[in-house]
């Protein structure tokens, strides 16, 4: 049965630049009351600046104590969330195979950022969620999750469990007046890669790629994979060696 999410409070981690302005943009100008957020106060500040009735509310999804009092902050200014959108992430080119590996703390911020946060974002969120006739929690995850890229590991390996958790949480919420949603978007041309050398081939345009996630967010749909995402999806059950081989430029 397709449910469908009436959008008047939506909430979006990684709000400062990529893919999070832009679907906050999007909400917004269908009138939804929406709120950014992330670390760095004045890039927030920048973007709801473009957006008169957009808020914003610094939060860093990687610290337990950040998330808290976000959340009673989002709490004390709308009395529920219908829309939660989970898109803070970071990307980072770690080698392994390297005389000197990654260390703890080349690699625990991509944890905390990417899965952890989501996981401890979605928890604390959920109470406002249910006070919505309907809602959902939206998870940003990546075809990478399906078929790594191997020169980013950590971050495809969080990815692969955002998947794994999304799945748990729909068969957990099942039934309730939350929907749990999964995108799961190609290389989508963001700041996201800015410490690649270049930018990645074949990077979707961002407004192409915000057009059909909010036609899969509009549709109902619980996993929304668009282009080389939808790719990976299917090549991770079909070809999953072919697909790895290509993406990671051996084929």
């Known amino acids: 049965m397709t449910r469908r999410v009436t959008d008047k409070a939506v909430l979006v981690t990684g709000g400062s630049s990529g893919i999070g302005a832009g679907l906050a ?3 917004h100008s269908r009138g939804a009351q929406v709120i950014i957020s992330g670390r760095d106060r004045s890039r927030l500040e920048e973007v709801a600046a473009r957006h008169p009735g ?3 509310v610094v939060l860093d999804v990687a610290d337990p104590d950040s998330v808290t009092e976000a959340m009673a902050d989002v709490a004390a200014r709308v009395p529920h969330l219908t829309t939660l959108i989970n898109n803070a992430g970071i990307q980072r080119l770690l080698d392994f195979s390297a005389a000197e590996p990654p260390g703890p703390r080349d690699v625990a911020p991509e944890i905390a950022t990417n899965l952890t946060g989501l996981i401890n974002v979605t928890a ?3 109470p406002l969620l249910r006070r919505a006739e309907r809602s959902r929690v939206v ?3 990546s075809g990478l999750g399906f078929v790594p890229f191997a020169n980013t590991p950590v971050y495809s390996a969080t990815k692969a469990a955002v ?3 999304t799945l748990s949480l729909r068969r957990q919420l099942a039934g309730s007046s939350v929907q749990v949603v999964e995108i799961i978007p190609p290389v989508v041309d963001t700041p996201l890669h800015r410490d690649l ?6 990077a979707m345009p961002l ?3 915000l057009d059909r996630a909010m036609r899969g967010l509009d549709a109902g749909k619980d996993e929304i994979g668009i282009g080389l995402g939808r790719v990976s999806q299917i090549g991770a059950r079909v070809a999953p060696k072919r697909l790895f081989a290509l993406i990671n430029g051996r084929a």
């Open 25 to 27: 943009a999007r909400f």
């Open 54 to 56: 957009m808020s914003v």
């Open 124 to 126: 604390a969120a959920l």
């Open 139 to 141: 998870h940003v995850g």
């Open 163 to 165: 998947h794994s958790f």
């Open 197 to 202: 050398p270049s930018p990645p081939p074949r």
């Open 207 to 209: 407004d192409v790629f």
